[in-house]
């Protein structure tokens, strides 16, 4: 018995001085792949996207149904857009603060509400604009605002931590919205208010796609033209450094909130637009998760600092990706937060200092304890110590 | 303050001068709310029966669930930490139950360690999370929501009306209070009451009270949320410490959602939504600060209550719309939320002090400025 | 070792030969430390002497690499904070560690509560709180919350809890920095008391006055090792600050000096301070004013105030009270962008938690002061940031793999460098150093001296802080001097000397001024 034991442990010292030299060779390659900050997001992406060639292999086909492009790719793309517009919101608000919006949802509801009302007046269903459409947005546009404002005051001015201070809109928000519409679904019949949320006559793309690659390319150009991403950052990294150099950093959060309010009411418009109706009870349901998940899986660090607008692009679409591919394996929409939560903590624990800490710890052990038995030791702590 | 050296008792000034903490100012004005909305209410709803004893005592029969979520929220809150699954956990619990007894049909006795048994291991895994791998609560726990509202769906996406008999029992049984009881006009004696969740909700409360204020883990528990690392350097397991806190914040959220079930027998996809809201917000009103290291569970019985009161009295006022309690509370919520940061911001009472004179000289600045610049323009 | 000491009694806890070594660093070589009972004895020493390093030593935090303790004759090991506090060493740090929410008596006994049935016997508990106070003169009521009471109380409850836990040495680390007059006091009467109850006590203090009214022995480190060990009642104050600045009084000599003799013309300073200060009574209210083209240094011993005087100028903490002219009119500066947009810029003394910021490149960490003065909306280009980047990297020699690389990846003398580019960049007048050349190398160290005679050449006005006393002689034009929280004097330029220098700061019987 002994001698086979002592067998086994000298086959598994060899397997792991094999494995090491092989990984001291691929070290650099996979150093510089893994190590560009967009590369796990592009490769959950690609995995995501391979996964779904093999199921369903017609995946890349586009076709023009009824004037719209149509097929996998499109409505992936169409069907992210409130995700991929509230995230950019999110990012910006887990960068400069190492917290989350909660509220995002809520304030797409109040957002569209305040919409829905001016335009349907106070009927149940109407074909008519009560007031302008334009003023309608505007207003719906303007309540997205002055939430994010609430919120960040809060954060900003009272120091509150930002997921209590949010929390307060993430329950009252929706009884807010139903308030507005009193509580009933608001059914909005003119065509007019579909061009939005589904497609403008004429135009072979579906309009959230459309808005949402606008928001994308409005944000990058905030960010990029503007030294908005830069204070973010600044602030998000370390607060009294940022002051030092004559960076308002109350300012700056503030303002972060009230972009991410400001896109959460443009968000609501497009949701609300695309199933002709203001649901305030359904709008924008659970988002503020499928958000902070798009942002993780982007790459960007939950306790705030740098950010990639870019990685929580492809968050999004990833999320959405798997979102589509769940639901054709017929998972309805509230299971799939099952998987969505797991998803998440994973993410959050793998990249958690402790637990890499604790991994490499116990590695090592395994490492020391295993070759007692065999003469290559010296191989092994070598190699291990190098590494 | 200047002392004489070697003096003998007369010498502690302090000792006589009794001082009200910051908790105690806040735990007063909760309990001065409640009471103040409680008469308020008496006398201006007369035909609503305030005055009589059932009334009262159902205000806590209706939310005994609530008391116990926000007893596992003040413990968890206490040690600086949150707990944000434990609306979803009730859910999950009533809708496990559910299952069980309708389309199981198991023993009815089996629902109550199923029961605890969920809470504990939401509990467990959250604490774990949160206190060993020092992930931020909030994330750890939202997971915990949004894990729990899908298990809900996964069992069971339409609701399970509950008919078991001896459940049924157990939900409709009343232990009458003898004394206390109002006249009907039509002669017959309203009596007061407590349901059997009631009961269990104060025996947890006791048993709570007890715990905090009288046993090392308890009083760990303050010393953790008021300063960690003095804590660590008193040789308190602060790890450890938090995640029992959050083990029993899933235990009582574990039983909450069973004495949810005792309240409205069914199980359904909906139950126990934003609970969580409702749980925080009582614990907060209740004087826990959510910075951890301050609150009482006898403060948190009285949120409870006035979340009971307003709900109650919301629609007597002619607003019949469903939302308006939830809004309410959440208004209440932000205004003892912004009260507890300038309470924070200010450190103590002398900075407290501090911080109103800064903005005292600010705004004299501001005038004086103003003032300088009116004859130039 | 200094067998004369060593004679009159018999240590009870000694420490021989203790030697520490960090990655690059030799904290600790062959220290002895010698603490007797029923003495108070202080442990001084400038920045990087040891003093800590040796306290964590003796308080199990860190474990040392040679030397031996020894208590009461039998060597002992001390493994960790609990360990030392069960061996009877118990230490009280500056920042207060107790809870703030909880009582005066739990705070006390908390982890080891008189309980009654597994209860906690709250009664009894407050009962032997108020006897231990009483004892130890501690006027605080067992059942107030612990942050109702003052800072000195806290710090004194703070001490009754070390004591109580049947300690035998009481090591005080800088117990009563944030403290005033008469809080001081109270903590002496303290302290006194203990010693007298047979307690040994390391006193650790900035506050050289505080040294000689209470303590009865000296020892004092310098660069990790033992410079000696002292009566109290045999050293004057001028001998220990020069011990602990390294220069021995008798043999001075003139240091060859490469500063341009500057003379400030009688024009308008650029910065004039009258009845500055701090409003949290951090630096009392001082007067100063800063020409164009000169290097002022700040002396001083550590704590003595120099960083809180010119962060109050910056604006760098609220509540500034006082006077500011800056180039004559009067400003109100609240916060450090007004400061930069007056022409100032500040170089923290503290570069990881104020200075950098980590995970920015270089570039960005270069041009984020400009920005911030430029203000949001007039964004510096990329094309126009790499410029100053790579002008910046060259004109100070940044050693750096190229400007996009995260400013945490430099070493600590190239990070100082950069904030410095970043300062420089918005073309400032007058410029606040604050120990720009700590923890960094020799080279890099004389690079940055000469940069600032440049910087003052070209005009600028420099206040510079440093703890090493050769470096400011050799840089500085004037002198401001300080101690205790307050400035005490100023040498003009013929007086800058080290003999001056060190009687300033010792004060008492210096002739100062």
């Not at chain 1, 893994?34 to 890349?60: D, E, M, W, Y």
């Not at chain 3, 009865?216 to 033992?226: A, C, K, Q, S, W």
Request: aromatic share 6%; proline share 3%; hydrophobic share 45%.
């Amino acid at each position: 018995m002994n001698k086979v034991v002592v067998q086994i442990k000298r086959f598994f010292s060899r397997l792991i001085v094999i494995f090491q030299r092989l990984f001291s060779i691929l070290e650099t390659p996979l150093r510089k792949i893994f190590g560009h900050k967009l590369a796990i997001p592009l490769l959950v992406l690609t995995a995501v996207i391979v996964q779904n060639i093999i199921s369903t292999p017609n995946f890349f086909d586009i076709s023009i149904k009824n004037g719209l492009l149509s097929g996998y790719i499109p409505s992936i793309m169409d069907e992210a857009g409130e995700l991929l517009i509230i995230t950019l919101g999110m990012t910006l608000v887990i960068a400069v603060s190492g917290g989350v919006d909660l509220s995002v949802g809520p304030i797409m509801a109040i957002a569209a509400s305040f919409c829905g009302l001016l335009l349907n007046g106070s009927e149940y269903r109407t074909d008519v604009f009560q007031n302008p459409y334009i003023l309608a947005l505007f207003i719906g546009l303007l309540a997205g605002v002055l939430c994010g404002a609430f919120n960040g005051i809060m954060v900003s001015y009272l120091k509150i931590q930002p997921m209590i201070a949010t929390l307060i809109l993430f329950t009252a928000g929706r009884s807010i919205a139903k308030l507005i519409t009193h509580g009933q679904t608001i059914y909005i019949m003119n065509p007019v208010y579909k061009y939005l949320g589904v497609q403008i006559p004429g135009v072979p793309i579906r309009t959230t796609i459309l808005i949402s690659l606008l928001f994308v390319i409005l944000v990058t150009l905030l960010v990029k033209l503007t030294s908005l991403g830069l204070y973010v950052q600044s602030v998000g990294i370390n607060g009294s450094a940022a002051r030092l150099v004559g960076l308002n950093s109350n300012a700056v959060k503030f303002m972060a909130f009230v972009i991410c309010g400001l896109l959460a009411g443009v968000a609501g418009l497009v949701g609300s637009s695309g199933v002709g109706s203001v649901n305030s009870g359904e709008l924008g349901m659970s988002i503020e998760m499928d958000a902070i998940l798009a942002v993780a899986l982007g790459g960007n660090s939950l306790s705030g600092g740098k950010f990639s607008i870019a990685g929580s692009v492809i968050g999004a679409y990833t999320i959405q990706a798997i979102t589509t591919t769940l639901y054709a394996m017929n998972v309805r929409p509230d299971q799939l937060n099952v998987f969505k939560a797991l998803i998440i903590v994973v993410i959050i624990v793998a990249s958690s200092e402790i637990f890499k800490e604790r991994i490499k710890r116990l590695i090592r052990r395994i490492l020391s304890s295993i070759p007692k038995s065999s003469k290559k030791t010296t191989v092994v702590g070598g190699c291990s110590d190098e590494n | 303050m200047k002392i004489k050296p070697h003096t003998t008792g007369d010498s502690f000034p302090l000792l006589k001068r009794k001082r009200i903490s910051n908790t105690g100012i806040l735990l007063m004005i909760t309990i001065l709310l409640f009471f103040t909305l409680y008469f308020a209410s008496t006398i201006y709803f007369k035909s609503s029966n305030f005055a009589k004893y059932s009334v009262f005592f159902n205000l806590l029969n209706n939310k005994a669930h609530l008391l116990l979520l926000a007893l596992g929220l003040t413990v968890v809150l206490i040690t600086g930490s949150i707990d944000i699954s434990v609306g979803s956990v009730t859910g999950l619990v009533s809708m496990v139950i559910a299952t069980m007894l309708t389309q199981e049909g198991v023993d009815a006795i089996w629902t109550i360690p199923a029961s605890l048994a969920i809470g504990i291991v939401f509990g467990a895994v959250q604490g774990f999370l949160v206190a060993y791998i020092e992930i931020q609560p909030f994330i750890v726990t939202l997971s915990g929501l949004f894990f729990a509202r899908g298990m809900i769906s996964v069992i069971n996406a339409v609701s399970v009306p509950i008919s078991d008999k001896t459940f049924m029992s157990w939900s409709g049984a009343k232990v009458f209070i003898p004394f206390l009881y109002n006249e009907r006009k039509n002669g017959t004696l309203d009596i007061a009451y407590l349901t059997p969740a009631s009961i269990i909700a104060i025996v947890v409360l006791i048993i709570l009270i007890i715990t905090l204020k009288k046993t090392k883990f308890g009083r760990a528990l303050y010393a953790v949320g008021g300063n960690p690392q003095s804590a660590l350097l008193m040789g308190i397991n602060v790890r450890k410490t938090k995640f029992m806190a959050h083990v029993l914040c899933g235990l009582l959220a574990g039983i909450g959602g069973f004495l949810f079930t005792l309240l409205s027998p069914s199980g359904n996809p909906g139950n126990g939504v934003a609970y969580e809201i409702d749980a925080i917000s009582s614990s907060v009103i209740g004087g826990v600060m959510l910075s951890g290291g301050v609150g009482l569970p006898i403060g948190t019985l009285f949120g409870v209550l006035i979340n009971s009161l307003i709900e109650r009295v919301v629609p007597l006022l002619g607003i019949t719309e469903a939302s308006w309690p939830r809004i309410i509370t959440s208004a209440f919520l932000f205004i003892f939320i912004v009260l507890q940061s300038l309470f924070i911001g200010a450190g103590s009472k002398k900075g407290l002090k501090l911080t109103l004179q800064r903005w005292m000289t600010n705004l004299r600045h501001v005038f004086s400025r103003r003032k300088k610049n009116q004859p130039s323009s | 070792m200094n067998k004369q000491t060593d004679d009159i009694q018999n240590p009870a806890l000694t420490m021989n030969g203790i030697g520490k070594s960090f990655p690059g660093v030799c904290a600790l070589r062959n220290v002895n430390f010698n603490l007797r009972r029923g003495e108070i004895h202080a442990l001084m020493g400038e920045n990087g002497a040891g003093k800590s390093t040796l306290v964590k030593v003796l308080t199990g935090v860190y474990s040392m690499d040679c030397g031996s303790v020894r208590l009461d004759g039998k060597s002992i090991m001390i493994k960790s904070p609990q360990d030392a506090q069960k061996q009877g060493i118990s230490t009280v740090y500056q920042e207060v560690n107790l809870c703030p929410n909880l009582t005066v008596a739990e705070n006390l006994f908390l982890g080891r509560e008189p309980r009654s049935m597994g209860l906690i016997a709250w009664r009894k508990m407050n009962i032997q709180a108020t006897e231990l106070l009483r004892e130890l003169n501690i006027s605080a009521s067992p059942t107030a919350q612990l942050d109702s009471c003052s800072i000195a109380i806290q710090q004194m409850i703070a001490i009754a809890r070390a004591v109580n836990t049947k300690c035998k040495f009481l090591i005080l680390d800088e117990p009563t920095s944030s403290l005033d007059a008469d809080e001081v006091r109270r903590i002496f009467a303290l302290m006194r008391h203990l010693k007298e109850s047979g307690v040994g006590i390391i006193f650790i203090t900035h506050f050289l006055e505080q040294v000689y009214e209470i303590c009865d022995r000296i020892t004092v480190l310098r660069n990790g090792e033992l410079v000696g060990e002292y009566e109290v009642r045999n050293l004057s104050r001028l001998e220990l600050v020069s011990k602990m600045m390294g220069k021995e009084i008798e043999n001075l000599s003139v240091l060859s000096s490469e500063k341009e003799k500057v003379k400030p013309a009688d024009e308008t300073p650029i910065i004039e301070a009258v009845g500055l200060s701090s409003g949290n009574a951090k630096v009392a209210p001082f007067d100063l004013k800063m020409y164009k083209g000169e290097v002022v240094g700040f002396a001083g011993l550590l704590g003595s105030g120099r960083s809180e005087l010119v962060r109050s100028i910056y604006g760098a903490d609220k509540s500034v009270i006082g006077k500011l002219y800056v180039r004559g009119k009067a400003s109100r500066i609240k916060k450090p962008l007004s400061a930069i947009k007056k022409g100032m810029a500040y170089l923290p003394e503290d570069r990881k938690a104020e200075g950098i910021l980590s995970e920015l490149s270089v570039r960005e960490n270069i041009v984020i002061a400009l920005q911030a003065k430029r203000g949001m909306l007039r964004r510096i280009s990329r094309k126009e940031a790499e410029k100053y980047a790579d002008e910046y990297i060259k004109l100070l020699s940044i050693k750096t793999a190229g400007t996009e690389t995260p400013v945490k990846s430099l070493s600590g003398g190239n990070q100082q460098k950069v904030i410095l580019a970043r300062w420089l960049l918005t073309n400032p007048e007058f410029m606040i150093l604050d120990e720009p050349t700590r923890g960094i190398d020799v080279g890099t160290k004389t690079e940055i001296q000469r940069l600032i005679l440049k910087l003052a050449s070209e005009g600028k006005s420099i206040a510079f802080i440093s703890s090493e006393m050769d470096e400011m002689i050799r840089t500085c034009s004037r002198m401001v001097v300080m101690r205790d929280r307050r400035k005490v004097g100023e040498l003009s330029e013929e007086n800058i000397d080290q003999s001056m220098i060190i009687r300033t700061i010792a004060g008492g019987d210096g002739n100062n001024e």
